[in-house]
């Protein structure tokens, strides 16, 4: 599984969910690669007021993970997605990569 955190900026985070929801290369892109299973995301929002999207990204394995990350690496692919998500970010976002170990679901 991985977590990618998305540090937002101020007031863009309901327009940067709608984008994952709604656009071509959102969520439905990320849910049609090869070892997609399933994603959670929320909104922190820090006593200061700045907000960062947590994604929480559920994977079959390593590698399919990997090679979805090369392709989002493309620049000729995310020409229409960099645009109008960038507009949302207020910093490099982090991913770290660790193995489910559980799942509880009630």
């Not at 900026?9 to 959102?26: C, P």
């Not at 390593?62 to 090369?70: K, L, N």
């Amino acid at each position: 599984m991985a977590l990618v955190s998305i540090p937002l900026v101020q007031g863009k985070a309901e327009e940067a969910l709608a984008l994952f929801k709604d656009h071509a290369l959102g969520i439905k892109y990320t849910q049609s690669q090869k070892g997609a299973l399933s994603f959670d995301f929320g909104i922190h929002t820090a006593e200061d007021g700045s907000q960062t999207m947590h994604i929480f990204e559920y994977w079959v394995e390593v590698a399919d993970y990997a090679a979805y990350i090369a392709k989002r690496r493309d620049a000729d692919l995310m020409k229409d997605w960099d645009p109008v998500f960038g507009v949302c970010v207020a910093g490099a976002p982090t991913i770290q990569w660790f193995p489910l170990t559980a799942s509880y679901v009630n």
